[in-house]
């Protein structure tokens, strides 16, 4: 079968830098990130051997998340100086590894693997596998035929999750997932959920409804303790479904399956590349 590997980048680059430790180049600039990205870029490379392949990025400017709901992911901490270059070099990263890069304003790297995966997903003979860090992409699981690997903390092992994984985590298909943070919100991105309705409240009601509109449309049945607290907030909720949701029809350009086809390594080119960094020691592994 073959493999279309389609990388989260901005996930990804956010967990490396985290868990790398600090690295600079002679002229002390912040390098680790990109240090771990081409370490783990050899790496996966080598184990997935996919067939195609392709880097997706967020971009500064707002979302349309953003646009219907101010707060969207208002919460989180500003961003760290020295992960800003390495976010922008980043690409130059993927340019040397031959990795086409999608990036369009207005839009989350969720949404362009998402509308990615909406376009190749029914190929023949063809498993999508994404690398990430943002559970928010599980919901893109279908069988074995759609399957996310969440990079684990240090970023040097994954989770695989195919839809009997997902199942088993928590207890609902993949395409629920938008409908659990309907219900109970995800402080990470600043999505109010329902107020005082958790994970657990939330699985239940799905389980037994499948979705926030099934749960609204069946509250004279549902239970006065948690019916109590869904009364008055069915738009709160609907507006933090669509927040979850994924956008599967980004307006980006793909043509074709033969626009990402994974490339040798060009060692020329790598080499050249790791030296510009001092990356000495990535020479001898490519």
């Not at 759609?146 to 240090?154: H, R």
């Not at 390594?265 to 020479?283: M, P």
């Amino acid at each position: 079968m073959r493999k279309l590997l389609l990388i989260d980048s901005h996930a990804l680059i956010h967990r490396l830098f985290h868990g790398m430790p600090p690295l600079t180049t002679e002229d002390n600039e912040p390098v680790g990130a990109i240090y771990g990205l081409c370490q783990l870029l050899i790496k996966i490379v080598r184990e997935e051997q996919p067939d195609y392949i392709a880097a997706c990025f967020d971009r500064p400017e707002p979302t349309f998340r953003k646009q219907e709901f101010e707060a969207y992911k208002a919460t989180r901490a500003a961003t760290m100086p020295d992960i800003i270059p390495q976010l922008i070099e980043s690409r130059s990263t993927f340019a040397a590894f031959g990795i086409p890069v999608y990036e369009l304003a207005g839009y989350e790297a969720d949404d362009l693997i998402a509308t990615i995966v909406e376009n190749y997903k029914d190929t023949p003979d063809l498993q999508i596998v994404i690398l990430s860090g943002d559970r928010d992409l599980l919901q893109l699981v279908v069988d074995e035929k759609v399957v996310a690997d969440m990079i684990k903390s240090g970023a040097s092992e994954v989770d695989r999750y195919n839809e009997e994984a997902v199942i088993a985590k928590y207890e609902l298909r993949p395409d629920q997932i938008p409908d659990l943070k309907g219900l109970m919100g995800d402080a990470s991105d600043n999505i109010p959920g329902v107020p005082n309705v958790g994970q657990k409240t939330a699985t239940l009601l799905l389980k037994d409804f499948g979705s926030v509109e099934g749960v609204y449309e069946n509250l004279v049945i549902i239970p006065e303790k948690h019916a109590k607290k869904l009364e008055g907030n069915k738009e709160q909720a609907l507006l933090s479904k669509r927040l979850a949701t994924v956008e599967r029809a980004a307006p980006i350009e793909l043509n074709g399956l033969e626009a990402v086809t994974a490339k040798e390594f060009d060692k020329e080119r790598l080499s050249a590349y790791f030296k510009k960094f001092g990356f000495a020691s990535l020479v001898d592994r490519i």
